[in-house]
């Protein structure tokens, strides 16, 4: 938290640097300031251990701060391509001619067409990010790059030739070509098999990063130099003596390009091949049903559709170029050759998607913003930002700050959101900001740690009102550790024999109630996020073979490791945030936002910003509590909660109303059901005969 709360003054620095003619230079400085945090914020997570709390927490703030950079590389890349393609729009392009070849096509339909520009944009932001993800993968993986392919049938069969083979009686393909395993419908050795899979998994993760040289040189390392080769024929033909010339220029691309996509085509229908292997070639020829099963992430998705986009709207453009007729093409569907793509069908495409990560990171805030750039739809990306502000969750101090920057971006190029949406805006970051930042002044001279101390509290009992708890966080961290006892410090110096001032030690008693209650969310957002990741157990095909037997069996111990390391870890998690809950809902000496000095001179604000803080935040932290005890089975503790609100010492009944109240005795009554459905009494005592 404290390496990423310089962004904010990093990112007024840098918009204050730059004036409006160096707009680009000014988001290709957010973007790197950015980096260099997410480079820290990895740094501490591999250092973390796994029973380091800091470590989901930096892990998830690593997340936010990627999402935001990758953001504004998208809005870099969409916007500087839009200005320097400016002057296309009061061009006229001629439609491509029938002797132009395919990749004069192709350039004139980009240079004619934003549609096709702007998605080819799109998909190499989105390689770019999985670049990124990869870092030194090709490095890593070819430990088993080998001269020669399938080494281990070829061992096997060479073994076969030369012995007695009368004892074989596992059937292996009788020759080495590559098409061998699917025309003789027998398998390779085992190990070969696994090294095949594990390949071609390599292979589509390259492709996926925009890095098909990679992926060739890789195969070549591996002996499969022939699948190098299909890995080429996506190229666009192109002969540039045509037009005359001097010196015979070499060929460009692949003459029987069209052969050779019908073919990656029924590679990928075909169930015989591995599944990445089919999403290799699907990937080749625009075949989007055969990528998207192998697509496990919303940027995998999008980027599977973009591919296609851009491929089927170059494919219709060469087709309609070239004269040919639909019975040279009748073996790629119809569906592909007349696909109407835009780029809103692709968004609608994706709200109706079968898989559910894809379903809920579609919800996900930085993704709602990358989604509106894309279509360059300011007004229901202005929607949203009015949504989140009036009606949603509090939103992240560093969302709220990727926000206004976006807008002072827009307004620069004179693309204002919706004015009333860029003042709300606005106005939520400096409010928030601007009291931020006031406490910086107050400790930086330990003569006013007093009263520095009074008004981080003020602050962040209004934060706290309006569930801003990050902004809180940030206000208490500016705190030095040090106040209280610098407080005391210099009031013994002056020789007085006499208590500290009543205001004094309230502020003081009210800075620790708010560290509490800071601790107490902050574990149980720790227990929850560990409570819904448990470790995925692993299943057995059905009809699984002896090998996948044993993979299951390995992988099952390894599950049942990590299943009692995560058991053992929500347990400590459990305590940790029952305990500190605890300190809130008892807090000494007359309960939590209670004042022990009454003869401090009367604030009535205070006095009811206080009180309304009992109201909205002790309910809040008991039911926090019902469901760390519900949902770890821990019912006859949620049933002693009646007492402990019930009681006269506490009074904790007071802060409840009459629906928190009746809310309250349905969730213990859930708990006395269960505690019944397993042969116990109400109270979860054993039943005495």
Same mark, same amino acid.
């Given at each position: 938290?404290?390496?990423?709360?310089s962004?904010?003054?990093?990112?007024?620095q840098?918009?204050?640097?730059?004036?409006s003619?160096a707009?680009?230079d000014?988001?290709?400085?957010y #973007?790197?300031?950015?980096?260099?945090k997410?480079?820290?914020?990895?740094?501490?997570?591999s250092?973390?251990?796994p029973?380091?709390?800091?470590?989901? %927490?930096?892990?998830?703030m690593r997340?936010?701060?990627?999402?935001?950079?990758?953001t504004?590389?998208?809005?870099?890349?969409?916007?500087?391509?839009?200005?320097?393609?400016?002057?296309?729009?009061?061009?006229?392009?001629p439609?491509s001619?029938?002797?132009a070849s395919?990749?004069?096509?192709?350039?004139?339909?980009?240079?004619?067409?934003?549609?096709?520009?702007?998605?080819?944009?799109?998909v190499?932001?989105? #390689?770019?990010?999985a670049?990124?993800?990869?870092?030194?993968?090709?490095?890593?993986?070819?430990?088993?790059?080998?001269?020669?392919?399938?080494?281990?049938?070829?061992?096997?069969?060479?073994?076969?030739?030369?012995?007695d083979?009368?004892?074989?009686?596992?059937?292996?393909?009788?020759?080495?070509?590559?098409?061998?395993?699917i025309?003789?419908?027998?398998?390779?050795?085992?190990?070969? *098999?696994?090294?095949?899979?594990?390949?071609?998994?390599?292979l589509?993760?390259?492709l996926?990063?925009?890095?098909?040289?990679? !992926?060739?040189?890789?195969?070549?390392?591996?002996?499969?130099?022939?699948?190098?080769a299909?890995l080429?024929?996506?190229?666009?033909?192109?002969?540039?003596?045509?037009?005359?010339?001097?010196?015979?220029?070499?060929?460009?691309g692949?003459?029987?390009r069209?052969v050779?996509?019908?073919?990656?085509?029924?590679?990928?229908?075909?169930?015989?091949?591995?599944r990445?292997?089919?999403?290799?070639?699907?990937?080749?020829?625009?075949?989007l049903?055969r990528?998207?099963p192998?697509?496990?992430?919303?940027e995998?998705?999008?980027?599977?559709?973009?591919?296609?986009?851009?491929?089927?709207? @170059?494919?219709?453009?060469?087709?309609?170029?070239?004269?040919?007729?639909?019975?040279?093409?009748?073996?790629?569907?119809?569906?592909y050759?007349?696909?109407?793509?835009?780029l809103?069908?692709?968004?609608?495409?994706l709200q109706?998607?079968?898989?559910?990560?894809?379903l809920?990171?579609?919800?996900?805030q930085?993704?709602?913003?990358?989604?509106?750039v894309?279509l360059?739809?300011?007004?229901g990306?202005?929607?949203?930002?009015?949504?989140?502000?009036?009606?949603?969750?509090?939103?992240?101090s560093?969302?709220?700050?990727?926000?206004?920057?976006?807008v002072l971006?827009?307004?620069s190029?004179?693309?204002?959101?919706?004015?009333?949406?860029s003042v709300?805006?606005?106005?939520?970051?400096?409010?928030?900001?601007?009291?931020?930042?006031?406490?910086?002044?107050?400790?930086?001279?330990?003569?006013?740690?007093?009263?520095a101390?009074?008004?981080?509290?003020?602050?962040? *009992?209004?934060?706290?009102?309006?569930?801003?708890?990050?902004?809180a966080k940030?206000?208490?961290?500016?705190?030095?550790?040090d106040?209280?006892?610098?407080?005391y410090r210099?009031?013994?110096e002056?020789?007085?024999?006499?208590?500290l001032?009543?205001?004094?030690?309230?502020?003081?008693?009210?800075?620790?109630?708010?560290?509490a209650?800071?601790?107490?969310?902050?574990?149980?957002?720790?227990?929850?996020?560990?409570?819904n990741?448990?470790?995925?157990?692993?299943?057995?095909?059905?009809? !699984?073979?002896?090998?996948?037997?044993? !993979?299951?069996?390995?992988k099952?111990?390894?599950?049942? +490791?990590?299943?009692?390391?995560?058991?053992?870890?929500?347990?400590?998690?459990?305590?940790? @945030?029952?305990?500190?809950?605890?300190?809130?809902?008892?807090?000494?000496d007359?309960g939590?936002?209670v004042?022990? *000095?009454?003869?401090?001179?009367?604030?009535?604000?205070?006095?009811?910003?206080?009180? +309304?803080?009992?109201?909205?935040?002790?309910? +809040?932290?008991?039911?926090?509590?019902?469901?760390?005890l519900?949902?770890?089975?821990?019912?006859?503790e949620?049933?002693?909660?009646a007492?402990?609100?019930?009681?006269d010492?506490?009074?904790?009944?007071?802060?409840?109303?009459?629906?928190?109240?009746?809310?309250?005795?349905q969730?213990?009554?859930?708990s006395?059901l269960l505690?019944?459905? %397993?042969?116990?009494?109400?109270?979860?005592?054993?039943?005495?005969?």
């Amino acid at each position: 938290m404290i390496t990423s709360a310089s962004l904010f003054p990093d990112f007024l620095q840098a918009y204050l640097r730059h004036s409006s003619s160096a707009i680009f230079d000014l988001l290709e400085e957010y #973007e790197a300031i950015c980096q260099d945090k997410v480079l820290i914020e990895s740094r501490m997570v591999s250092r973390a251990t796994p029973g380091q709390q800091k470590s989901s %927490k930096t892990a998830g703030m690593r997340w936010l701060l990627q999402q935001e950079m990758v953001t504004w590389r998208l809005i870099t890349s969409l916007y500087r391509s839009g200005f320097d393609h400016a002057f296309l729009e009061s061009q006229v392009f001629p439609v491509s001619t029938f002797h132009a070849s395919e990749k004069d096509v192709m350039e004139q339909l980009f240079q004619r067409e934003a549609v096709v520009r702007q998605s080819q944009l799109v998909v190499d932001w989105l #390689e770019s990010i999985a670049k990124d993800e990869i870092g030194d993968f090709s490095d890593n993986i070819e430990y088993y790059a080998k001269s020669v392919y399938w080494e281990n049938t070829l061992h096997a069969l060479k073994t076969r030739r030369n012995t007695d083979n009368s004892g074989f009686n596992i059937p292996l393909v009788t020759e080495l070509d590559p098409d061998a395993p699917i025309r003789q419908r027998r398998p390779l050795a085992d190990l070969d *098999r696994e090294d095949d899979a594990r390949l071609l998994k390599y292979l589509f993760t390259l492709l996926r990063a925009g890095m098909t040289d990679e !992926a060739q040189r890789l195969c070549k390392r591996c002996g499969q130099a022939w699948r190098a080769a299909t890995l080429e024929g996506w190229k666009l033909y192109h002969d540039p003596n045509i037009s005359g010339g001097q010196c015979l220029l070499p060929v460009e691309g692949n003459p029987q390009r069209c052969v050779w996509k019908v073919c990656c085509w029924r590679m990928a229908e075909d169930e015989q091949f591995n599944r990445y292997e089919r999403a290799i070639y699907a990937v080749l020829s625009g075949n989007l049903k055969r990528v998207l099963p192998v697509c496990e992430s919303w940027e995998d998705s999008v980027w599977a559709y973009f591919r296609v986009l851009v491929d089927s709207l @170059v494919e219709q453009e060469v087709i309609r170029s070239s004269g040919m007729d639909s019975e040279e093409l009748e073996e790629l569907p119809k569906e592909y050759l007349e696909a109407n793509w835009t780029l809103e069908k692709v968004f609608e495409e994706l709200q109706a998607t079968e898989s559910k990560r894809v379903l809920e990171e579609n919800k996900e805030q930085y993704h709602i913003i990358q989604k509106f750039v894309i279509l360059g739809d300011l007004d229901g990306l202005a929607q949203e930002f009015s949504k989140w502000l009036v009606t949603g969750p509090t939103l992240p101090s560093h969302l709220l700050r990727f926000m206004t920057h976006l807008v002072l971006f827009y307004n620069s190029l004179g693309l204002q959101l919706k004015e009333e949406v860029s003042v709300e805006v606005l106005k939520a970051y400096i409010e928030d900001q601007r009291k931020i930042d006031v406490i910086d002044w107050l400790v930086f001279d330990p003569a006013q740690r007093a009263e520095a101390l009074k008004q981080s509290n003020a602050i962040m *009992r209004k934060f706290l009102a309006c569930k801003k708890h990050d902004a809180a966080k940030e206000v208490f961290a500016k705190v030095p550790d040090d106040s209280m006892r610098e407080i005391y410090r210099q009031w013994e110096e002056q020789g007085l024999d006499m208590p500290l001032p009543a205001e004094d030690e309230n502020a003081i008693r009210e800075h620790l109630c708010i560290r509490a209650y800071l601790e107490a969310h902050e574990a149980f957002n720790e227990w929850f996020k560990h409570m819904n990741t448990p470790p995925q157990k692993p299943s057995l095909p059905a009809q !699984a073979k002896f090998t996948e037997t044993v !993979a299951f069996e390995m992988k099952e111990k390894e599950y049942q +490791m990590e299943h009692d390391n995560w058991s053992g870890r929500l347990d400590a998690l459990t305590e940790d @945030v029952k305990e500190r809950i605890y300190n809130v809902l008892l807090f000494v000496d007359g309960g939590w936002m209670v004042d022990v *000095r009454e003869d401090a001179e009367e604030d009535p604000e205070r006095g009811h910003q206080m009180a +309304m803080l009992r109201r909205l935040c002790l309910p +809040m932290m008991t039911f926090l509590l019902l469901t760390v005890l519900q949902r770890t089975q821990r019912h006859q503790e949620s049933l002693r909660m009646a007492d402990i609100i019930a009681s006269d010492q506490h009074r904790l009944y007071e802060v409840f109303s009459k629906d928190e109240l009746r809310k309250f005795l349905q969730k213990i009554r859930e708990s006395s059901l269960l505690l019944l459905d %397993k042969g116990l009494d109400p109270l979860g005592y054993e039943i005495q005969p």
